[in-house]
């Protein structure tokens, strides 16, 4: 499937596009198009973003919060429908160093945070040694995950199917949370736990939200350093690397 799309991608692409087409379908930008893009990163458009989504806007919001070496690892951002969204029920993914986003945004707001999400899981493949080599963050995960499915049972839900040491993103975990508990109701009782119920769908979105909110809510660091003191310590440790 990727080398159908990669071969698509090859055919769309047209040279010396006007600034007014440069979002169209299947248009490339690239970074000496009057855009200051992100340095080294394709954007594709496959499908285009509504009328009042400003694709450039987004990215100059997004280049203002992370610096540059966060994109080291990611060399192209594809927009536009993709298989995966309608089977797994997401707007966005990272893989094998290509961010893929949803057109159909609602607004700004909506693709700036698909794409800073993103990046923060481009930056967690970037340092998976560091963030996962010692077991450590797992454990931290693992208690709080327990904790909250003690609370689940104690209100009467039945979690005995729900493996608290199941890392990995699962649907029955995920479905289990997000359908049968619901955000709202794990939201109200995560508040001291997590910095979004999404975090404890699995190991990498406990990172990537966390990371998220550190760089994107500033005001949520003391309460990440409270509640997940691992959790903290290797966001400054990734940071350090990033000379930040
Ligand atoms: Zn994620």
Redesign the pocket.
């Known amino acids: 499937m990727m080398l159908i799309m990669e071969l698509n991608l090859k055919m769309k692409i047209k040279n010396n596009l006007p600034y007014k087409s440069i979002f169209k379908r299947g248009s490339l930008i690239k970074e000496n198009q009057d855009l200051n893009m992100i340095s080294g990163v394709e954007i594709v458009v496959n499908d285009e973003l509504p009328e009042h989504v400003n694709l450039s806007r987004v990215i100059n919001k997004v280049k203002k919060i992370f610096p540059p070496s966060f994109f080291d690892n990611m060399h192209k951002i594809i927009i536009g429908q993709q298989k995966e969204f309608i089977d797994r029920g997401v707007n966005?993914?990272?893989k094998d160093g290509i961010l893929y986003i949803t057109h159909e945004q609602d607004d700004n707001a909506d693709l700036y945070d698909d794409i800073i999400?993103?990046i923060?899981?481009s930056v967690e493949e970037m340092h998976e040694h560091d963030v996962y080599g010692d077991g450590l963050l797992e454990d931290e995960f693992i208690r709080k995950r327990r904790f909250v499915l003690d609370m689940l049972a104690a209100d009467g839900y039945n979690c005995s199917d729900i493996d608290a040491s199941e890392l990995k993103y699962s649907p029955k975990v995920d479905n289990f949370f997000h359908s049968e508990v619901g955000y709202r109701k794990l939201g109200n009782i995560t508040r001291d736990i997590f910095v979004s119920p999404?975090s404890i769908?699995s190991i990498?979105?406990y990172w990537?939200?966390a990371f998220e909110n550190f760089w994107i809510k500033p005001d949520t660091r003391p309460f990440l350093k409270r509640s997940s003191p691992v959790l903290y310590q290797k966001i400054m440790k990734i940071n350090k690397l990033h000379n930040l």
Do not use: F
Request: charged content about 25%; aromatic content about 16%.
């Open positions: 966005a993914m990272y999400h993103e923060c899981h999404y769908t990498r979105e990537a939200t």
